[in-house]
């Protein structure tokens, strides 16, 4: 979860040396535009769209993360409002107690696959 | 066509221009003691053969890149000393640019009208909104594109359009001096040719001047009133189009002609000649 922002800024980064080689950036500078407008008003909304799904993809594989760390029991301790904690518990006794485990699964499949077509279709709606 | 009864008032003289890139220990030379004048009014055309150093005269002047040595006075102010941005765009205003690449010259994320509303806003032209909007409509009649289409997003505009769009851009502040830098060599042939067409249009109902940066030398020869023969970085001679085309003084300049089938020439002259019919009817 620490790790989450260095694909990120990697990622913009590369937006960023692209966007900046495009002719728009060189027509801004040829009638004087400063730094802050090449910045805000023309580079960044170019990678806005990108970074935005790049957000919502990282959403789902940093729960996942968290889920499975506390599960095998590195993440939250026990008794913590967590994914990972509950279905940890709620396995232990799958067997006896089936209901304990279900709720907490199906939050994380639907948590997950939710905010994966959030992402699709974002990136679809920017493109 | 009457290419000599233009006015000999120098708009923009460019002395003895070096211009080096110094990169990896070697010194590239692409601009090496070149002089020259653009008049008012005129266009003044530059070939070569590719690497002779087009683009980087152009970008001097415009002041994406720095001159090493020599002087480029635009109106008799002197451009290659300039050091702060607000000094820059006060005396720029007058000159703006064409790009090459229609498809990357417009930022996608905004509106076409706004691109020129922004352009015209950052240089400080017209007194509000109200008026940068008038002068952008203006605009978009002059280059052909329908004032109602403003508010689209440039994907939805085709190839030909685009560069419309941005003639519009380098043209709504009524600049003394635009420089096209293969503006239509990115273009299909027809498309070049009602583009050349307009251009020629605009010089003639506006009296702009442009610096017409090509290696088509048939689209030089038709729009062009003097034209000017890079080779490596020197300029080997100018003089007017006729000059140049009927008996060129220099063997490199006789070896470039020789390189333009001459009947590609007349068809591509015709083309740009039927074109002004084609648009004509087209556009309505
Ligand atoms: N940023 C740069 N750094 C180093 N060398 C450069 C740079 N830009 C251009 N050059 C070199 O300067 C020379 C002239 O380049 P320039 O782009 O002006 O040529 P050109 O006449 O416009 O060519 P073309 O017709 O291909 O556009 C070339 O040898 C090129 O390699
Ligand atoms: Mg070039």
């Known amino acids: ?127 | 066509m009457s290419k000599t009864d233009v006015s000999k008032k120098a708009l923009l003289s460019v002395n003895d221009l070096c211009m080096y890139f110094d990169s990896a220990g070697r010194r590239i030379k692409a601009a090496e003691h070149v002089s020259f004048e653009i008049n008012e009014g005129e266009v003044f055309g530059l070939v070569g053969e590719s690497g002779s150093g087009k683009s980087s005269i152009g970008k001097c002047i415009i002041g994406l890149n720095r001159a090493t040595s020599g002087s480029i006075s635009f109106h008799g102010t002197e451009l290659t000393g300039i050091k702060s941005r607000r000094e820059y765009t006060e005396k720029m205003r007058d000159i703006q640019m064409i790009f090459q690449d229609p498809m990357s010259s417009l930022n996608p994320k905004k509106q076409v009208g706004q691109i020129i509303r922004d352009a015209l806003k950052i240089q400080h032209i017209g007194k509000d909104a109200k008026e940068r909007d008038k002068m952008a409509a203006d605009a978009f009649r002059r280059v052909g594109i329908p004032v109602e289409y403003a508010d689209r997003y440039p994907r939805s505009f085709s190839g030909g359009q685009r560069q419309r769009i941005g003639i519009a851009r380098a043209l709504a502040g009524k600049p003394k001096l635009v420089i096209a830098d293969e503006c239509i060599a990115a273009l299909d042939a027809s498309v070049q040719a009602q583009i050349v067409n307009m251009i020629n249009e605009i010089k003639k109902e506006t009296g702009t001047a442009f610096l017409f940066i090509s290696h088509d030398l048939s689209m030089v020869r038709f729009l062009s009133d003097r034209i000017g023969v890079l080779h490596l970085g020197y300029l080997l001679e100018t003089g007017t189009a006729e000059e140049i085309f009927r008996e060129p003084m220099h063997p490199y300049t006789r070896k470039l002609l020789g390189a333009i089938p001459r009947c590609q020439c007349r068809i591509l002259l015709r083309a740009a000649n039927h074109s002004v019919r084609l648009s004509a009817t087209t556009l309505r």
């Open chain 1, 1 to 127: 979860m620490l790790s989450g922002w260095i694909e990120m800024s990697q990622i913009s980064r590369a937006q960023v040396l692209h966007v900046k080689e495009m002719e728009y950036i060189q027509a801004a500078r040829t009638i004087g535009a400063g730094n802050r407008h090449i910045i805000f008003g023309e580079i960044l909304p170019n990678i806005m769209g990108k970074m935005i799904t790049q957000i919502m993809i990282s959403i789902p594989a940093a729960v996942f993360l968290e889920a499975f760390l506390s599960f095998v029991g590195l993440g939250m301790p026990p008794g913590s409002c967590s994914l990972g904690t509950l279905l940890s518990e709620g396995f232990k006794s799958v067997l006896l107690h089936p209901y304990q485990l279900i709720p907490s699964a199906v939050l994380m499949i639907l948590l997950i696959v939710g905010s994966h077509l959030v992402a699709n279709g974002l990136k679809k709606a920017t493109e």
